[in-house]
């Protein structure tokens, strides 16, 4: 088969591996594991082996089944996602969800059902949802993917049984992408990516890396010379969207750490001098207001994509400076 786990995802394989030998899996699944743990690749390895003939613990990748799941053509399993991207899941997608539910197996087996972002479902599309999972019908398999639990309604939360991604350490990281990718990292870009591996894996294949020490280089330069890079800044921030502006959280939380004498547990961690040298020049109670600023306005942006970025962002840096 084509899909693969990634080492991080054994320990949650095993115990599912355990409830389908012995026949105890739940009707609904709530996989609460962020983007960039490759969730993704572990729900389709839990339905390669439930939708596989041989009805054991791996799926055989041989048999009719496997091959119609490998051309992306198999009858019984069906993903659900935002018609549009970045959209909602509509209800008239989810009710077309309780149809196939109903409906009987094509090879006498399992059908599955996964809805990925399932935060992305409208209320009424959760309540239609609902009574489905309320009665669930006989060998009906539902996955919802999420990047946290509490992003969905009690009522769901309560029907499906909840598994969370285990911490995966900065060795692990490190240790998969020398292996896979040939890549040296540093622990500054594991912390900076919370962790995420196959984030982590995008931060430098994406160059994002260098991406990030110019955003910083800009607003390094921003807030010390005045109007000479507030346009660098912006067009930065405006090209990267909400990943730059959480990179400039981190630092300016990391100039706080600094200033209150706080040597450890900065994000920036490969970015020292940068950062006493800014934590020395920009009064604390400046760095404290536009940290709390900049977060609102992340908020603000994230809730109404439409509004004016380059504006909102200039006004932001421009009380950042003093003008």
Request: aromatic share 8%.
């Given at each position: 088969?084509?899909?693969k786990?990634?080492?991080?995802?054994?320990?949650?394989?095993?115990?599912?591996?355990?409830?389908?030998?012995t026949?105890?899996?739940?009707?609904a699944?709530?996989?609460?594991?962020?983007?960039?743990?490759?969730?993704?690749?572990?729900?389709?390895?839990?339905?390669?082996?439930?939708?596989?003939l041989?009805?054991?613990?791996?799926?055989?990748?041989?048999?009719?089944?496997?091959?119609?799941?490998?051309?992306?053509?198999?009858p019984?399993?069906?993903?659900?996602?935002?018609?549009?991207?970045?959209?909602?899941i509509?209800?008239?997608?989810?009710?077309?969800?309780?149809?196939?539910?109903?409906?009987?197996?094509?090879?006498?087996?399992?059908?599955?059902?996964?809805?990925?972002?399932?935060?992305?479902?409208?209320?009424?599309?959760?309540?239609?949802?609902?009574?489905?999972?309320?009665?669930?019908?006989?060998?009906?398999?539902?996955?919802?993917l999420?990047?946290?639990?509490?992003?969905?309604?009690?009522?769901?939360?309560?029907?499906?049984?909840?598994?969370?991604?285990?911490?995966?350490?900065?060795?692990?990281?490190?240790?998969?992408?020398?292996?896979?990718?040939?890549?040296?990292?540093?622990?500054?870009?594991?912390?900076?990516?919370?962790?995420?591996?196959?984030?982590?894996?995008?931060?430098?294949?994406?160059?994002?890396?260098?991406?990030?020490?110019?955003?910083?280089?800009?607003?390094?330069?921003?807030?010390?010379?005045?109007?000479?890079?507030?346009s660098?800044?912006?067009?930065?921030?405006?090209?990267?969207?909400?990943?730059?502006?959480?990179?400039?959280?981190?630092?300016?939380?990391?100039?706080?750490?600094?200033?209150?004498?706080v040597v450890?547990?900065?994000?920036?961690?490969?970015?020292?001098?940068?950062?006493?040298?800014?934590?020395?020049?920009?009064?604390?109670?400046?760095?404290?207001?536009?940290?709390?600023?900049?977060?609102?306005?992340?908020?603000?942006?994230?809730?109404?994509?439409?509004?004016?970025?380059?504006l909102?962002?200039?006004?932001?840096?421009?009380?950042?400076?003093?003008?």
């Open positions: 088969m084509a899909t786990l990634y080492p991080w995802q054994q320990g949650v394989w095993q115990q599912w591996q355990q409830l389908i030998a026949d105890r899996l739940p009707h699944i709530l996989c609460a594991m962020p983007d960039g743990t490759g969730r993704d690749a572990l729900v389709q390895y839990f339905s390669d082996t439930l939708l596989c041989t009805q054991g613990t791996e799926p055989c990748g041989f048999c009719h089944s496997c091959g119609l799941v490998e051309s992306g053509n198999h019984d399993l069906h993903w659900i996602k935002p018609e549009i991207e970045g959209k909602s509509s209800v008239d997608q989810i009710r077309q969800c309780n149809s196939w539910a109903l409906e009987s197996s094509q090879f006498n087996a399992k059908r599955m059902i996964i809805i990925e972002p399932a935060e992305k479902m409208t209320e009424s599309a959760a309540n239609a949802l609902l009574k489905t999972l309320e009665a669930p019908p006989k060998n009906c398999q539902f996955v919802l999420a990047n946290s639990a509490h992003h969905l309604l009690p009522t769901i939360r309560s029907r499906c049984q909840v598994w969370l991604q285990p911490v995966i350490s900065a060795e692990v990281i490190a240790e998969w992408l020398a292996e896979t990718e040939k890549l040296t990292i540093s622990p500054q870009s594991i912390v900076l990516n919370n962790y995420l591996p196959l984030a982590v894996k995008s931060f430098y294949q994406d160059k994002k890396q260098a991406s990030h020490q110019q955003l910083l280089a800009h607003f390094s330069a921003c807030v010390s010379s005045s109007f000479c890079a507030t660098d800044v912006v067009k930065s921030l405006v090209k990267l969207e909400d990943e730059g502006l959480c990179w400039l959280s981190y630092l300016l939380s990391d100039i706080q750490k600094r200033q209150l004498g450890i547990g900065w994000v920036h961690c490969d970015e020292q001098e940068s950062i006493e040298r800014l934590a020395k020049s920009i009064p604390t109670n400046i760095v404290y207001k536009q940290y709390l600023s900049l977060n609102e306005l992340r908020q603000q942006l994230n809730a109404h994509p439409g509004l004016n970025k380059e909102l962002l200039t006004q932001w840096l421009f009380e950042f400076i003093g003008e």
